[in-house]
């Protein structure tokens, strides 16, 4: 587990940056110092766990620009990344916003008139966060946010492909009292993840559903709760009503965005046949104008792909639809350049179910589109697949979009947009079928989950209850 690990530029192909994992034994020593610390970080309150996030989002904005560049050289795009500190700065004010009123232990009668109810709820301990590569520094802090105010001291383990961001994170952290007891990221692989799990309270996984899978079983053994956000193949629906150059500049956006990188990614695009050649034709075009972010970050939208397993996996992909009698209009590979594994947004038509591309989740900036006859047929593909974790409805009538989401087995349905559980968090959602397990990382609930309820249930009179046993005379 101690062995160091080589992390490769995803821009350059250069192994430029290593990591160390901690031994069982530290790792073991740093939960066991995060636990005792929960408790002072849960005894000073909701204010002064606000009050020392804040001070940690302030330090990081001093030094704001060693954090873009880590995630950058993590990532190897800019805009993004941008966006993904904006997101994560920004979930900082918005739960430190919602939490105290989410915490507020209530007091009721029952339907028992001497029976008061006090309800209140205690925070798990120590909770572990295992996050991907796709968006390194969100999925690490998208749990751990909420985590912390609950109470909880909290454990993270990122991608051991995306761990340059950790060190700016942890400098900063360092100087925050309270938090810098209650938080801590390690450095590791699929080893350390694991080890992990055996220490914590509560585990919160973002990533395969192979993974995901040996995770949840870990958890059931040791009597743990397990949130996995696993994997996606979402499916977008195009009716003939739809405004269409709206639907195809969204579902460009929420197919390429991040490169296609995105667990609710649109990977699979369904069109009524009588608009189906005018819509792919203006999604080509479209897709035509995005450029590559090379030779300099900023030459285009389009950035490298981070992991070169999942480049091996587009191709392949892409290359059984080929074989299978599939037409690309665009795109159509990933190719090394200066090092870096690269692919223009690809827009495939000719397309089945029996295909890789159609069933599997590819990760890239893929757009396969098949025409459907009927809403029936369209709402039948849609459910065509062992994951549910989102998916997008284009319609000129919101209640007949609705009216189709319903009959969806997705958590997350965009109506005439795609992919804006990105953008807004406020929507609880669960995720259907393998792409998940566990309550919902968005609204209220992302909090709650954080927290055992307990219930007090308070005598409020002297007289003997009716259902006792009567004193014999």
Not at 57 to 74: C, M, P, S
Not at 161 to 180: D, S
Not at 251 to 262: C, D, E, K, P, R
Request: with cysteine; net charge negative; charged share 20%.
């Amino acid at each position: 587990m101690t062995k160091p690990i080589e992390v490769r530029n995803p821009r350059t192909g250069k192994f430029d940056y290593v990591i160390i994992p901690p031994p069982p034994k530290l790792l073991s020593q740093q939960c066991h110092r995060l636990r005792r610390g929960q408790n002072a970080w849960q005894e000073i309150g909701i204010e002064g766990r606000i009050e020392a996030l804040k001070q940690w989002k302030q330090a990081i904005l001093t030094e704001r620009k060693l954090l873009t560049d880590a995630l950058v050289n993590d990532t190897g795009r800019l805009a993004t990344s941008i966006l993904e500190i904006d997101s994560f700065l920004n979930s900082i004010d918005r739960w430190c916003n919602l939490a105290p009123q989410l915490l507020q232990e209530t007091a009721k009668n029952t339907s028992i008139p001497f029976i008061a109810l006090h309800q209140t709820a205690v925070p798990y301990p120590l909770v572990g966060v295992i996050s991907p590569w796709n968006f390194p520094l969100l999925l690490s802090t998208i749990d751990t946010i909420p985590a912390l105010l609950a109470g909880c001291a909290v454990i993270v383990k990122p991608s051991e492909l995306t761990p340059r961001f950790v060190a700016p994170l942890m400098t900063k952290l360092n100087t925050i009292p309270h938090l810098r007891d209650a938080l801590n990221f390690v450095e590791g692989a699929g080893q350390t993840g694991a080890a992990l799990i055996e220490e914590v309270d509560l585990i919160c996984f973002t990533g395969s559903v192979e993974t995901g899978r040996v995770v949840a079983e870990t958890a059931a053994r040791n009597f743990i709760p397990a949130y996995l956000e696993l994997g996606g193949k979402d499916p977008a629906i195009v009716l003939e009503s739809a405004d269409l150059d709206l639907a195809a500049s969204a579902i460009l956006w929420g197919s390429v965005v991040n490169t296609g990188q995105s667990c609710l990614s649109i990977e699979r695009i369904y069109v009524a046949e009588s608009i189906y050649e005018e819509f792919y034709h203006l999604l080509v075009t479209k897709a035509h104008r995005l450029q590559l972010a090379y030779p300099t970050i900023e030459s285009g939208e389009i950035g490298p792909i981070i992991s070169e397993k999942q480049a091996a996996i587009i191709n392949e992909h892409l290359k059984d639809a080929v074989d299978k009698g599939a037409i690309i209009h665009c795109g159509g590979k990933v190719e090394e350049i200066g090092g870096g594994w690269w692919c223009r947004p690809t827009v495939i038509t000719n397309v089945h179910h029996f295909m890789k591309i159609m069933n599997e989740e590819t990760f890239g900036p893929i757009m396969p589109i098949m025409p459907f006859s009927s809403i029936e047929e369209a709402i039948d593909l849609a459910n065509d697949s062992i994951y549910g974790l989102s998916a997008a409805i284009f319609a000129e009538s919101a209640e007949l979009a609705l009216e189709i989401g319903m009959q969806l087995d997705v958590g997350a349905i965009s109506i005439n947009d795609a992919g804006l559980t990105a953008i807004m968090h406020e929507g609880e959602k669960n995720a259907f079928k393998f792409s998940g397990l566990g309550g919902s990382r968005m609204g209220p609930a992302g909090l709650k989950r954080f927290l055992r309820k307990k219930a007090f249930l308070i005598k409020m009179n002297t007289s003997k209850d009716p259902w006792w046993f009567h004193d014999s005379e």
